[in-house]
């Protein structure tokens, strides 16, 4: 927070620069509508944002944190690089800045709010939140007092000015990654969750949540296999055909397993509750090592393996009590 708050300043500095601050030839209304243009793009981008990639931010709160690090140094890059470009070019870099912004807003916002849920083991979210905000508060406070100090060292040199803020942004890079590393997240989103039945088909043991999340890739994921399953498919993507004895075991399951165009299919019972996403998604990884080509129906072996998987799961205290596993919202019916 206090690197950010160090490259603040460095960027707002160039953005007054470059809108003319201090240069008696620049137009106070050309400046009015630079800023209107940048904050209209940053309000379209946010909504556009969130509508699009809202689902995403629960269940890869590690990622989407890291990603709105990344490009909150990202803009205040093309902040320092504005005042360098020329006037047609000023306002649109200063548009693709407020759009980047938008999206840091979203994206740290609401991955912050899911750590803090995270961090408040006692059920004291008020607490966590006025405590992570008094922090985020003496930090920036903290930042206000040496900028005051480091804008007057490096506005007169460009090249300090360069070598302040690539310092400054590494630290803030190195700082976040580690601190995403160091949470211990209980909860199986589909990384972990490929981590987890991965080491269970080989070792045939189930890793606890310090274990999994030391080794979770959270920034690319388990992408081989998450990129096969597709959950909360809808029936009207699966082109099958059933016997009667097949129908009537789909409509005792809770969901329907079909390998389709690559992918394997995850349909979901009307009614079906995080438990049954948690079983579908083991028999959906299942299907996906065996690369079966039909319907999947889990055999009584592999019933009976799952059933000592959950049981080592809840042994390691894994959250169960819910499932960010990025299922829709699309269910199915039975017909009788």
Request: net charge neutral; with cysteine; hydrophobic share 40%.
């Amino acid at each position: 927070e206090l690197c950010s708050s160090l490259n603040g300043t460095l960027a707002s500095h160039a953005i007054f620069k470059g809108m003319g601050v201090g240069n008696s030839q620049a137009s106070a209304l050309g400046a009015t509508y630079t800023w209107l243009m940048k904050d209209g793009s940053g309000m379209l981008s946010n909504i556009l944002f969130a509508w699009s990639k809202g689902t995403l931010l629960d269940i890869d709160a590690k990622r989407w944190r890291l990603f709105a690090d990344v490009l909150n140094d990202i803009s205040m890059f093309l902040d320092l690089l504005s005042p360098l470009a020329p006037p047609y070019l000023f306002t649109f870099a200063m548009c693709c800045t407020s759009v980047f912004r938008s999206l840091v807003g979203v994206a740290g916002g609401c991955t912050r709010a899911t750590i803090k849920q995270h961090q408040a083991q006692c059920n004291n979210m008020a607490d966590v939140s006025a405590k992570d905000g008094s922090q985020e508060r003496l930090s920036s406070l903290l930042g206000l007092i040496l900028s005051m100090a480091l804008i007057k060292v490096v506005a007169a040199s460009p090249l300090v000015t360069w070598i302040t803020f690539t310092l400054l942004t590494v630290l803030h890079l190195y700082f976040n990654y580690r601190a995403c590393s160091c949470l211990v997240m209980r909860s199986l989103n589909p990384t972990r969750y490929c981590v987890l039945l991965q080491h269970w088909f080989e070792k045939g043991t189930v890793l606890n949540p310090e274990q999994v999340n030391s080794i979770e890739p959270f920034i690319l994921g388990c992408r081989e296999v998450q990129n096969r399953i597709v959950v909360g498919a809808s029936l009207k993507e699966l082109n099958m055909s059933c016997d009667s004895t097949t129908n009537s075991r789909i409509n005792e399951a809770n969901y329907i397993i079909y390998p389709c165009e690559g992918q394997i299919k995850l349909c979901l019972k009307s009614g079906s509750n995080h438990t049954d996403q948690i079983e579908s998604y083991y028999f959906a990884y299942l299907a996906a090592q065996q690369s079966s080509a039909s319907l999947f129906l889990p055999t009584a072996e592999q019933m009976k393996t799952h059933e000592e998987f959950l049981s080592a799961l809840s042994s390691q205290d894994w959250d169960l009590s819910f499932s960010p596993l990025g299922a829709s919202q699309l269910r199915y019916s039975p017909v009788s």
